[in-house]
């Protein structure tokens, strides 16, 4: 029974991803964070889990992908699909949810992120370069990017009063997928967060970026998961920039 309980751990994430759409669908934006949060936590603690009972199996990694796919791949989809295709009447300050898939096309852009999500888990299992740093982009922080921007939009468009908060936002939605998509499978090396925690040279950025994350979140509220995602690349090029200069 104990080699399941990772799995079981994983297929939590699943469910909750799965909760998140069923959430973002019906436009209850405020619990596709709750079960974004559960679904990271979940994410977190199988392989953690797994380590600790010694119980790693390929099974578990090919679990992992797949319930990754439907969180951090479908779901932020979903979130970007939900911006474009809502129209928001600033006359009687409401929203109106389009359910029609083509009713506005331009909202499929969205699901572009997915598609390369799907492509950036796929690299991931067969790339043995990735057991301590990311090649590229992972997809929880692709999604924590995403989940930053649905949220601001969804609770600050009530106290905007100009057209240009909603024409801006729905530019942003079009351009964050391809950006995204981009990072998601760039050759760039990226952190993570494991390693030795009682080296300073070895951690020093990381412990900068943990440190840079509080400000953020204090002053832009939900946007600042976004900015922290974009702070998460800067210090992972710098880091990559040291090291270079230091093997020169």
């Given amino acids: ?16 991803g799965c909760c998140g759409i069923l959430a973002c669908f019906n436009h209850q934006y405020a619990l596709v964070p709750i079960f974004i949060g559960i679904s990271l936590l979940a994410d977190f603690l199988d392989g953690f889990i797994a380590r600790a009972l010694n119980v790693k199996s390929d099974l578990g990694g090919q ?9 951090f791949g479908v779901l932020p989809g979903m979130m970007l699909y939900s911006v474009l295709s809502t129209d928001i009447n600033l006359m009687s300050n409401e929203i109106q949810i389009n359910r ?15 598609l390369f999500a799907c492509l950036r888990l796929a690299k991931f299992n067969l790339d043995t370069r990735q057991t301590v740093n990311f090649i590229g982009l992972n997809t929880p922080a692709c999604s924590l990017f995403v989940l930053g ?10 106290f905007q009063s100009n057209w240009d908060f909603i024409i801006y936002s729905n530019i942003a939605a079009m351009i964050i997928p391809f950006i995204l998509a981009f990072f998601a499978v760039a050759e760039i090396e990226i952190f993570s967060m494991k390693g030795n925690p009682f080296s300073w040279k070895e951690n020093k950025m990381r412990v900068l970026f943990l440190l840079s994350t509080i400000p953020q979140l204090f002053f832009l509220k939900w946007i600042g998961l976004s900015t922290i995602i974009i702070s998460y690349v800067i ?9 270079q200069q230091k093997v020169q």
């Fill in 1 to 16: 029974m104990v080699k399941h309980i990772p799995n079981s751990i994983t297929l939590l994430n699943l469910f909750f």
């Fill in 63 to 71: 679990l992992d992908s797949l319930a990754d796919m439907v969180t």
């Fill in 100 to 114: 029609a898939v083509l009713q506005k096309p331009a909202a499929l852009l969205g699901f572009v992120y997915t």
């Fill in 149 to 158: 921007f649905y949220m601001q939009y969804f609770t600050e468009w009530r």
């Fill in 235 to 243: 210090f992972a090029l710098l880091h990559n920039l040291f090291k």
